[in-house]
């Protein structure tokens, strides 16, 4: 399996990663964690609990452009270091990206953002340039 694939697969464990610090979160408050009304809870969490939510469901939404740029990149035949280098900068930057937002650091959270989804764009386009 390609570094490419490996990235997916674990860019497919992020969302266990950033989930982690949201059901910490639930886990706290004084009702302990809602398994009967998780979202209405989440809803009502504030600081780092609606951060860790925030962080959360930006890490779904990121993960479908990236999964396609890494398939429409393995669909294609590229074999390209450079397809490897773009998946680790996605998996590296949406590492920091949860740990800037958990941690209130909104300048560098953008900044690591910018580069995962520059890098499923690339990923994305990679037939065009490869």
Same mark, same amino acid.
């Given at each position: ?5 490996? =990235? @997916?697969? %674990?860019?497919?464990? @992020?969302?266990?990663l950033s989930?982690? #610090? @949201? ?5 706290? *408050? #004084? ?7 998780? +979202? ?5 969490? *504030? ?14 939404? !990121? ?8 398939? /429409?990149?393995?669909?294609?035949? %590229?074999?390209?270091?450079? &397809?490897?280098?773009?998946? %680790?900068?996605? &998996? /590296?930057?949406?590492?920091a990206y &949860?740990? $800037? $937002? ?5 300048? @560098? +959270? ?9 890098? !499923?764009?690339?990923?994305? =386009? !990679?037939?065009?340039?490869?």
């Amino acid at each position: 399996m390609s570094i490419a694939l490996w =990235c @997916l697969f %674990i860019a497919g464990l @992020l969302h266990v990663l950033s989930k982690t #610090p @949201l059901f910490r979160a639930q886990h706290k *408050s #004084p009702e302990g964690y809602d398994n009967n009304n998780p +979202r209405e809870q989440q809803a009502s969490l *504030s600081g780092l609990g609606k951060r860790a939510l925030a962080a959360h469901q930006n890490q779904i939404e !990121s993960f479908p452009l990236f999964a396609t740029g890494i398939l /429409v990149a393995t669909a294609t035949g %590229i074999v390209s270091s450079a &397809i490897d280098y773009l998946a %680790i900068a996605y &998996i /590296v930057a949406r590492v920091a990206y &949860i740990f $800037y $937002y958990l941690n209130d650091r909104a300048t @560098l +959270r953008t900044i690591v953002w910018g580069v995962g989804f520059i890098s !499923s764009l690339a990923l994305l =386009c !990679s037939p065009a340039w490869a």
